[in-house]
T-cell receptor, first 108, second 114 residues
Framework: KNEVEQSPQNLTAQEGEFITINCSYS?????LHWLQQHPGGGIVSLFM???GKKKHGRLIATINIQEKHSSLHITASHPRDSAVYIC??????????FGEGTQLTVNP | DTEVTQTPKHLVMGMTNKKSLKCEQH?????MYWYKQKAKKPPELMFV???????INESVPSRFSPECPNSSLLNLHLHALQPEDSALYLC?????????????FGPGTRLTVT
């Protein structure tokens, strides 16, 4: 079992829909990161959180430390949100442990 | 300036060539990272430099040789690579080297080994 599990693996939505991507982890962590990777390759850090909830524009990230679970929500989705979303956790030292990613496609 | 730059964007090299990848940041970050990413897979950590010293080497083959000449610059020297080394190589930096620091990624160098 991977230490970080993401679901779903693939997600297709219509423009305007509310989207949720989930991340579960199996060990204690220092922080959880949500990353976005567009087809061109570059990775953008969306959020880093260790408790509670963060919001940036149409993106909201929540984490429940007791449940070892985090969600990334996208409100009013848009085709430009189409990307791979990756959950990564800090477990020890300098390493991040990555989930396998969620491929999101938003159709117009 | 919140940007990590990488050059070149694309690189094709033969198995006997020697080439280098370059990464630069001017955010005053003291930790820099090299990752390797294969298609449809998450990034795999290769090396971490903290305050210009190599702090983590994830058992990377010696045909990959990292170098950190100063706090803004990170190189990855490549020699005698194999076709299976073809991948996207990503550089990242963070303010500190703990896993609670946000990492800023560069656009990557897409490497093809022929």
């Amino acid at each position: 079992k991977n230490e970080v599990e993401q679901s779903p693996q693939n997600l297709t939505a219509q423009e305007g829909e509310f989207i949720t991507i989930n991340c579960s982890y199996s060990v204690g962590i220092s922080a959880l990161h949500w990353l976005q990777q567009h087809p061109g390759g570059g990775i953008v850090s969306l959020f880093m959180l260790s408790s509670g909830k963060k919001k940036h524009g149409r993106l909201i990230a929540t984490i429940n430390i007791q449940e070892k679970h985090s969600s990334l929500h996208i409100t009013a989705s848009h085709p430009r949100d189409s990307a791979v979303y990756i959950c990564a956790v800090g477990i020890s030292g300098s390493r991040l442990t990555f989930g396998e990613g969620t491929q999101l496609t938003v159709n117009p | 300036d919140t940007e990590v730059t990488q050059t070149p964007k694309h690189l094709v090299m033969g198995m006997t060539n020697k080439k280098s990848l370059k990464c630069e940041q001017h955010m005053g970050h003291r930790a820099m990272y090299w990752y390797k990413q294969k298609a449809k897979k998450p990034p795999e950590l290769m090396f971490v430099y903290s305050y210009e010293k190599l702090s983590i080497n994830e058992s990377v083959p010696s045909r990959f040789s990292p170098e950190c000449p100063n706090s803004s610059l990170l190189n990855l020297h490549l020699h005698a690579l194999q076709p299976e080394d073809s991948a996207l190589y990503l550089c990242a930096s963070s303010r500190g080297s703990g896993d609670s620091y946000e990492q800023y990624f560069g656009p990557g160098t897409r490497l093809t080994v022929t």
